[in-house]
Structure formats: structure tokens, C-alpha cells
């Protein structure tokens, strides 16, 4: 079954305590991204990678880092996680130019 | 600087009435507007997409209207039945002023609940 997988779903942390969001798709899509969904923002993106060792701020780059060894796999890393990064999390995935696959989401507690 | 205005935040709508989401933009560079739609617990999925070459697209009781003088589009539920409810993004493609990437812009959302 073609899908975007996260891990964990759900995921409560402590300031400054190092995290990572894996992300992992079987489509063999050039494209992935990653948004963040808040009440009344919508979905704001926050790095994307074009292809394996490409990547790129997207709107809401600050605290977030990324990396792109592998075509299929695109995690998102929290160095030093703040409160302010509480928040739902989407990875998603596409061919160029074409509909993005979205995950089922990350929820993420900071305290 | 928000790149798709969507409104309303949110709507209710009775059963089998019509919804209607509607969205706006600025830059004249967008290229495509898909439509996107999340269910509670679940990531969005695309559920309707135009090109600004058309006016209207139509699958079901889903209808896109479009227009490229204005800069708006809209998304039409026809018959709206409980099991729509759900939160609405529309989204434009392509490449800003700064930047030489198409990317996917999001409007902030419409949480449609239908009443039985």
C-alpha cells in the first residue's frame, strides 16, 4: 500500500530534551516537506527537500532541522525543543509537480 | 505575507444544503489550486483540483469555480452530507517573487460540520 508513514503518533517531551520525527515513504517521490498544523494557521511548511541532499527553509524554518540521505526516508530533528513547538506535525510526499501524500500526523507536547 | 486567504474559519451547514469555501490570492504565478481535505486523526488529502485555464471542474458533488480576473476560487459541496464534515485547506502552486522553486501554499483552513 502506497503510504507516508510517522513515528511516533503521539510524543510528549521536556524542554531542551533532543528529539526526532521519522518520516518514511514507499512511492519513490522526489518531493517531501514538512508543515506543521496549528489552530487558525492552517498548514505552514516548515522544510522541504527536492531530492536526496537537497533541502530548504520553508516558512517556519526556527528550532527545526532536516536531512535528506535517502530518497524514501526525510526526518525531522528538534535539537532543543521549546514550548512553542507544540504542535501537530505532517510529513508529505510527491512526484514533482503532482498531488502531495500527507501522513497521518505527529502530535507533539513540549512542557 | 499569506499567500491564500480562506474563509470562513469555520461553517455549518444542514443536511443536504449547500457549502461554499472560499479562497483568494495574490500572486498572478500560481498555477494550480488543489483542494485538500482532513479528517480528525488523519493527514489531508486532495480531494479536488483546477488550472487556471478552466473555469469550473466538477467531480461529484464537488465543484471548483475559478476566477482568474479576481483571483478567487471556491469550493462548492453540493447535497452536504454529515460524513463531509471535516477541515477544508485550499492551496495554490507556484514559484513567489524570491524564490526559484514552485511550492504548495495553504490557506489556514474551513472546518465544515453538517448537520443531520
Known amino acids: 500500500e502506497a503510504q507516508v508513514t510517522q513515528n511516533p503518533r503521539y510524543l510528549i517531551t521536556v524542554t531542551g530534551k533532543k528529539l526526532t520525527v521519522t518520516c518514511s515513504q514507499n512511492?519513490?517521490?522526489?518531493?517531501m516537506s514538512w508543515y506543521r498544523q496549528d489552530p487558525g494557521l492552517g498548514l505552514r511548511q516548515i522544510y522541504y527537500?527536492?531530492?536526496?541532499?537537497?533541502?530548504d527553509k520553508g516558512d517556519v524554518p526556527e528550532g527545526y532541522k532536516v536531512s535528506r540521505k535517502e530518497k524514501r526516508n526525510f526526518p525531522l530533528i528538534l535539537e532543543s525543543p521549546s514550548p512553542n513547538q507544540t504542535s501537530l506535525y505532517f510529513c508529505?510526499?510527491?512526484?514533482?509537480?503532482?498531488?502531495?501524500?500527507f501522513g497521518n500526523g505527529t502530535r507533539l507536547t513540549v512542557t | 505575507q499569506q499567500q491564500v486567504k480562506q474563509s470562513p474559519q469555520s461553517l455549518i451547514v444542514q443536511k443536504g444544503g449547500i457549502s461554499i469555501i472560499n479562497c483568494a490570492y495574490e500572486n498572478t504565478a500560481f498555477d494550480y489550486f488543489p483542494w485538500y481535505q482532513q479528517f480528525p486523526g488523519k493527514g489531508p488529502a486532495l480531494l479536488i483540483a483546477i488550472r487556471p485555464d478552466v473555469s469550473e471542474k466538477k467531480e461529484g458533488r464537488f465543484t471548483i469555480s475559478f476566477n482568474k480576473s479576481a483571483k478567487q476560487f471556491s469550493l462548492h459541496i453540493m447535497d452536504s452530507q454529515p460524513g463531509d464534515s471535516a477541515t477544508y485547506f485550499c492551496?495554490?502552486?507556484?514559484?513567489?517573487?524570491?524564490?526559484?522553486?514552485?511550492?504548495?501554499?495553504f490557506g489556514r483552513g474551513t472546518q465544515l460540520t453538517v448537520w443531520p
Open positions: 527537500s527536492m531530492n536526496v541532499e537537497v533541502t
Open positions: 508529505a510526499s510527491s512526484y514533482t509537480n503532482s498531488p502531495l501524500h
Open positions: 512511492m519513490n517521490h522526489e518531493y
Open positions: 492551496a495554490a502552486s507556484g514559484v513567489v517573487r524570491g524564490s526559484t522553486l514552485g511550492r504548495l501554499y
